[in-house]
């Protein structure tokens, strides 16, 4: 398979308890590149947008005040297969379910407060990069 983008967000969680440098490490280790990288403090409308495909759900409000609530990490990630490498290095939704070693078994403090996103699937991923890096 060849090159693959995706996006990676580090969340607010993760930034305010300076884990921005560990969670790089986990993906540079790991062969994966990062083609762009940036720092910001996105508004409640612009997370509405980016959850978008949760619009429905209970937790929509609370997923959005959350990504809102302070600065986050968006950067794109390059390489073979990312998408699932990525998936794989952070772990299962709920940290309770990661696996050892990955990154949301790691530093997550809830299944809210999860420490990272990564996009699901090619569209996903063409889609919510463009969103960030437009």
Do not use: W
Not at 2 to 28: C, H, M, W, Y
Not at 35 to 45: A, D, L
Not at 85 to 112: C, H, V, W, Y
């Amino acid at each position: 398979m060849s090159d693959q983008k995706t996006l990676s967000l580090i969340k607010p969680d993760a930034v305010e308890r300076n884990l921005v440098g560990k969670i790089i490490d986990i993906f540079e280790t790991n062969g994966i590149v990062i083609e762009k990288i940036k720092k910001v403090h996105v508004s409640n409308e612009f997370a509405k947008k980016f959850y978008d495909v949760h619009k429905d759900k209970p937790f929509f409000k609370e997923l959005c005040s959350y990504l809102s609530s302070g600065p986050i990490i968006a950067m794109v990630l390059k390489g073979e297969n990312v998408i699932k490498k990525n998936r794989d290095l952070m772990g299962a939704t709920n940290p309770k379910d990661a696996k050892e070693g990955t990154i949301r078994q790691k530093f997550a403090i809830s299944i809210d407060k999860n420490s990272v996103h990564g996009s699901d699937s090619e569209e996903n991923a063409s889609k919510e990069i463009s969103l960030f890096f437009s």
